[in-house]
C-alpha cells in the first residue's frame, strides 16, 4: 500500500503539541527530516521511554519515512543527558546499519520547541510565522514517528504511553486504549496522596489544567502524554488560574518595561520579530498599536516570559494568547518578514537550564522520581473524541448498539480533509454516538 495511504487509513497524527495529521505533514520532498526526542518540558517521560523500549520501530520508521520524503539527512534531536537512550539508540543505529543521526543537545527549555530544534540542527532559524517546510524540513516526533512504522504494518493507532505522576502514590508510565478516561489514569497511579489537587495534562510549562470534577469526563486522546497531578495552591496551577480580565489589567497597568521577558524570549532569540515587552507597552497604550501587538501572533506559548522570566509576575505569555483570540475573530493573519533571520548573538548565554527552571517553578520534589515500569490498563469502557487534534472532527461509521473490535474504524475523515480517522480502542458494543464521542462498553 502508498506510505501516505496506509498513515491516513491508521489515523495518525501529531503524538503531542497540536496533533497535525501526519498523512498531510510528508507529502512534500525535503532535504532533511527530524525527529524530536529532546523532551524539554520538566517531568515529561514518554519520549524517553519509548527511545528506550521502542527503539528498532523507531529507527526503522524514520527510514521509512526519510525514504518517503527523499531526506538525505535524518535526524534524532536529543539531549546529552540521555545517556541510556543514547547507548540504546546507537546501538540499533549499528546493528541496521543505518543513516540515522543522532543530535545530542544540552539540557535547556525549550530545546524541543520544533523552531528551535530546526535552528540548531539545520543552522537556519524559520521565517517568523513560517513551518520547517520554508527551510526544507519536515519535523516529526517520537511517538507519531512509531505510529508510523506500525501503521506500516496495518495497526491503526488505537493506545497512547501516558505517564500519571506528581502527588499520586505510585507514578507510573501506562499503556493506555485512547478513549480512558483520566480517573481511571490516575487511580491506576494508586491514587492521589493529597485531598486539594489539580492536573495538567502535558507538561508544566505548556499544559493545560484539568479540574478535579471533569477527571470523569475528561479522557486520553491520541495527543495526550501526561498527567501531572499537583496541589491546588502550587505556584504552577495558581499562575495558570488567573482570570483572563486580571492578567490583562496587570499587563495594562503592572508593566515595568524591564524588557527581561524580550531578552529571555527563545523565538525572539534566534531572529523572531517577537518583543512581548513591546506587545505589553501597547497594551498599557490603549491597544491601538495594531503593527505591534500583531508580533503575538508568531509567540508559540513556551511560558519562558511568564513563568521564568518576569520579575513583576505578570503575564505577557496570556496576554499574546489573548490577542491571538481577537486578531483570529477578526481574521487578521501573521504577515511579517518571511526572511530567514539570524539569531542574536547572546542567545546560547540565554537558554535556560532544566535545573533553575525546575526550581522556579517549585517542581524540585518531583523531579527524579521514580515512575514505575509500563503498566497495560485494560480499560473497560472506553469515551472516544471525535476531535482529538486541530482540524475537521471526523464523522462516525457506527451506530448505538453496534458490535466493534479494537482497530475497527468508527469514525472517518476524506483522504484530502484536514482530519484524521479514528478506530475503536477496545472490543466491545456502542453505547453512545453523541455529537463529539463514541462510547464503547467493553463489559456488555
Ligand atoms: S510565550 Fe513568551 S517567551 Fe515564549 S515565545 Fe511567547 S513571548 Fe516568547
Ligand atoms: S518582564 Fe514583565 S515587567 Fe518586564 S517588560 Fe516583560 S512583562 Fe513587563
Given at each position: 500500500?502508498?506510505?501516505?495511504?496506509?498513515?491516513?487509513?491508521?489515523?495518525?497524527?501529531?503524538?503531542?503539541?497540536?496533533?497535525?495529521?501526519?498523512?498531510?505533514?510528508?507529502?512534500?520532498?525535503?532535504?532533511?527530516?527530524?525527529?524530536?526526542?529532546?523532551?524539554?518540558?520538566?517531568?515529561?517521560?514518554?519520549?524517553?521511554?519509548?527511545?528506550?523500549?521502542?527503539?528498532?520501530?523507531?529507527?526503522?520508521?524514520?527510514?521509512?519515512?526519510?525514504?518517503?520524503?527523499?531526506?538525505?539527512?535524518?535526524?534524532?534531536?536529543?539531549?546529552?543527558?540521555?545517556?541510556?537512550?543514547?547507548?540504546?539508540?546507537?546501538?540499533?543505529?549499528?546493528?541496521?546499519?543505518?543513516?540515522?543521526?543522532?543530535?545530542?543537545?544540552?539540557?535547556?527549555?525549550?530545546?524541543?520547541?520544533?523552531?528551535?530544534?530546526?535552528?540548531?540542527?539545520?543552522?537556519?532559524?524559520?521565517p517568523a510565522g513560517g513551518i520547517p517546510l520554508d527551510v526544507d524540513t519536515v519535523v516529526s516526533n517520537v511517538g507519531t514517528v512509531i505510529n508510523v512504522y506500525e501503521a506500516i504494518e496495518e495497526k491503526p493507532v488505537t493506545k497512547k504511553y501516558v505517564s500519571v505522576?506528581?502527588?499520586?502514590?505510585?507514578?507510573?508510565?501506562?499503556?493506555?486504549?485512547?478513549?480512558?478516561?483520566?480517573?481511571?489514569?490516575?487511580?491506576?497511579?494508586?491514587?492521589?496522596?493529597?485531598?486539594?489537587?489539580?492536573?495538567?495534562?502535558?507538561?508544566?510549562?505548556?499544559?493545560?489544567?484539568?479540574?478535579?470534577?471533569?477527571?470523569?469526563?475528561?479522557?486520553?486522546?491520541?495527543?495526550?502524554?501526561?498527567?501531572?497531578?499537583?496541589?491546588?495552591?502550587?505556584?504552577?496551577?495558581?499562575?495558570?488560574?488567573?482570570?483572563?480580565?486580571?492578567?490583562?489589567?496587570?499587563?495594562?497597568?503592572?508593566?515595568?518595561?524591564?524588557?527581561?521577558?524580550?531578552?529571555?524570549?527563545?523565538?525572539?532569540?534566534?531572529?523572531?520579530?517577537?518583543?512581548?515587552?513591546?506587545?505589553?507597552?501597547?497594551?498599557?497604550?490603549?491597544?491601538?498599536?495594531?503593527?505591534?501587538?500583531?508580533?503575538?501572533?508568531?509567540?508559540?506559548?513556551?511560558?519562558?516570559?511568564?513563568?521564568?522570566?518576569?520579575?513583576?509576575?505578570?503575564?505577557?505569555?496570556?496576554?499574546?494568547?489573548?490577542?491571538?483570540?481577537?486578531?483570529?475573530?477578526?481574521?487578521?493573519?501573521?504577515?511579517?518578514?518571511?526572511?530567514?533571520?539570524?539569531?542574536?548573538?547572546?542567545?546560547?548565554?540565554?537558554?535556560?537550564?532544566?535545573?533553575?527552571?525546575?526550581?522556579?517553578?517549585?517542581?524540585?520534589?518531583?523531579?527524579?522520581?521514580?515512575?514505575?515500569?509500563?503498566?497495560?490498563?485494560?480499560?473497560?469502557?472506553?469515551?472516544?473524541?471525535?476531535?482529538?487534534?486541530?482540524?475537521?472532527?471526523?464523522?462516525?461509521?457506527?451506530?448505538?448498539?453496534?458490535?466493534?473490535?479494537?482497530?475497527?474504524?468508527?469514525?472517518?475523515?476524506?483522504?484530502?480533509?484536514?482530519?484524521?480517522?479514528?478506530?475503536?480502542?477496545?472490543?466491545?458494543?456502542?453505547?453512545?454516538?453523541?455529537?463529539?464521542?463514541?462510547?464503547?462498553?467493553?463489559?456488555?
Amino acid at each position: 500500500m502508498n506510505f501516505l495511504d496506509a498513515v491516513y487509513n491508521a489515523g495518525v497524527v501529531g503524538a503531542g503539541g497540536a496533533g497535525f495529521p501526519t498523512h498531510l505533514k510528508m507529502t512534500k520532498e525535503v532535504g532533511t527530516f527530524i525527529v524530536n526526542g529532546a523532551e524539554c518540558e520538566p517531568l515529561l517521560e514518554v519520549d524517553k521511554f519509548l527511545m528506550r523500549e521502542k527503539t528498532y520501530e523507531l529507527i526503522k520508521g524514520m527510514e521509512i519515512i526519510a525514504g518517503n520524503l527523499k531526506a538525505a539527512r535524518v535526524v534524532l534531536g536529543l539531549k546529552k543527558k540521555y545517556k541510556v537512550e543514547i547507548k540504546k539508540l546507537s546501538e540499533t543505529i549499528k546493528e541496521l546499519d543505518s543513516n540515522v543521526e543522532l543530535f545530542l543537545m544540552d539540557n535547556f527549555y525549550p530545546a524541543g520547541d520544533e523552531q528551535i530544534m530546526v535552528k540548531d540542527i539545520t543552522g537556519k532559524s524559520i521565517p517568523a510565522g513560517g513551518i520547517p517546510l520554508d527551510v526544507d524540513t519536515v519535523v516529526s516526533n517520537v511517538g507519531t514517528v512509531i505510529n508510523v512504522y506500525e501503521a506500516i504494518e496495518e495497526k491503526p493507532v488505537t493506545k497512547k504511553y501516558v505517564s500519571v505522576l506528581g502527588e499520586v502514590n505510585n507514578p507510573v508510565m501506562l499503556e493506555v486504549p485512547i478513549g480512558t478516561s483520566f480517573e481511571e489514569c490516575i487511580k491506576r497511579a494508586g491514587g492521589v496522596k493529597i485531598k486539594n489537587y489539580a492536573v495538567i495534562e502535558g507538561g508544566p510549562m505548556m499544559g493545560k489544567i484539568v479540574h478535579r470534577d471533569e477527571l470523569a469526563e475528561k479522557a486520553v486522546i491520541k495527543t495526550t502524554g501526561a498527567l501531572i497531578i499537583l496541589p491546588e495552591d502550587h505556584y504552577v496551577i495558581k499562575r495558570k488560574e488567573r482570570p483572563e480580565a486580571h492578567i490583562l489589567n496587570e499587563s495594562r497597568a503592572a508593566c515595568i518595561q524591564c524588557r527581561m521577558c524580550t531578552d529571555m524570549c527563545p523565538r525572539y532569540l534566534i531572529g523572531h520579530k517577537l518583543r512581548p515587552h513591546r506587545v505589553m507597552r501597547a497594551m498599557g497604550m490603549g491597544e491601538q498599536d495594531e503593527e505591534i501587538l500583531k508580533e503575538a501572533l508568531i509567540c508559540c506559548e513556551c511560558n519562558v516570559c511568564e513563568l521564568f522570566a518576569c520579575p513583576m509576575g505578570i503575564s505577557p505569555k496570556s496576554t499574546n494568547t489573548y490577542l491571538k483570540g481577537v486578531f483570529r475573530e477578526k481574521g487578521v493573519r501573521y504577515d511579517g518578514n518571511k526572511e530567514i533571520p539570524s539569531e542574536h548573538e547572546m542567545r546560547d548565554y540565554r537558554k535556560i537550564p532544566v535545573n533553575r527552571l525546575i526550581a522556579r517553578l517549585n517542581l524540585s520534589r518531583y523531579y527524579n522520581n521514580k515512575v514505575a515500569d509500563l503498566q497495560e490498563l485494560k480499560a473497560d469502557k472506553v469515551k472516544i473524541f471525535l476531535s482529538q487534534h486541530i482540524g475537521k472532527p471526523a464523522v462516525p461509521l457506527v451506530k448505538e448498539g453496534d458490535r466493534v473490535i479494537e482497530g475497527q474504524r468508527i469514525a472517518e475523515v476524506g483522504r484530502e480533509e484536514f482530519g484524521a480517522n479514528i478506530h475503536a480502542s477496545i472490543n466491545g458494543v456502542v453505547t453512545k454516538v453523541e455529537k463529539s464521542y463514541i462510547e464503547i462498553d467493553g463489559m456488555v
